[in-house]
């Protein structure tokens, strides 16, 4: 089945400083992959629409130059979260769509502890 | 009214009882509809999906979809305390996903 995995699992960090998060699709190409993000006991945020090639689309209230996403290849998107500040501590996950397109496949997720 | 929505929770049940977990939709365009199971700390992971009304059974899960009523069911028999976790219900018009906020199940042993 599609998988997909993402790097690093945790992360801590000083405030002020950037932070990438890869995202991978292991066994499927992925034109289009999805960054969440996930407060204690909430559910899913979709923050971005990350597209190959192309410049990610953002949601509504999220900052795109604070939160850069490239997609530049079929198989890995990053996040960096840029100047990282404690309100930006979060659980981060990636998704894709797996080869019957409708359904998402989610990675490990990314643990950001921002000190 | 919030296009995808879960009881709230939490539940906890014992070890070997019968959940049913219940999903409501407000768009009856909305055409895969989708569970996934999300332990604490991880990413989710789908569980089951069906796109017709209808049961769709998996093991000890069945997902049941009833579209005319808009609202999606999964059933788990014979919890297990591995069972324990967030289960959240999704829904999909044109590659567009929804999430409602989860449902918070603990079996106990």
């Known amino acids: 089945g599609a998988v997909v995995s993402q790097h690093p699992s945790r992360v801590i960090c000083k405030s002020g400083t950037s932070v990438k998060i890869e995202c991978r699709s292991l066994?499927?190409?992925?034109?289009?992959m999805f960054w969440y993000r996930q407060f204690p006991k909430q559910s899913l945020m979709l923050m971005a629409t990350?597209?190959?090639?192309?410049?990610?689309?953002?949601e509504q209230g999220v900052e795109k130059d604070k939160f850069l996403i490239n997609h530049a290849s079929l198989t890995l998107s990053t996040l960096t979260v840029t100047s990282a500040h404690p309100e930006d501590s979060s659980f981060y996950i990636c998704?894709?769509?797996?080869?019957?397109?409708?359904?998402?496949?989610f990675g490990p997720g990314t643990r950001l502890t921002v000190l | 009214q919030k296009e995808v929505e879960q009881d709230p929770g939490p539940l906890s049940v014992p070890e070997g009882a019968i959940v049913s977990l219940n999903c409501t939709y407000s768009?009856?365009?909305?055409?895969?509809f989708m569970w996934y199971r999300q332990y604490s700390r991880k990413g989710p992971e789908l569980l089951m999906y069906?796109?017709?009304?209808g049961n769709k059974e998996d093991g000890r899960f069945t997902a049941q979809l009833n579209k005319a009523s808009q609202y999606v069911s999964l059933l788990i028999r014979d919890s297990q305390p591995s069972d324990s976790a967030t289960y959240l219900c999704?829904?999909?018009?044109?590659?567009?996903?929804?999430f409602g906020a989860g449902t918070r199940l603990t079996v106990k042993p």
């Open positions: 069906t796109y017709s009304s």
């Open positions: 066994d499927f190409q992925a034109t289009t």
């Open positions: 999704a829904v999909n018009l044109n590659n567009d996903m929804r």
């Open positions: 998704s894709a769509r797996g080869n019957s397109g409708s359904v998402l496949v």
């Open positions: 768009n009856s365009a909305f055409q895969y």
């Open positions: 990350s597209n190959e090639g192309s410049k990610a689309t953002y």
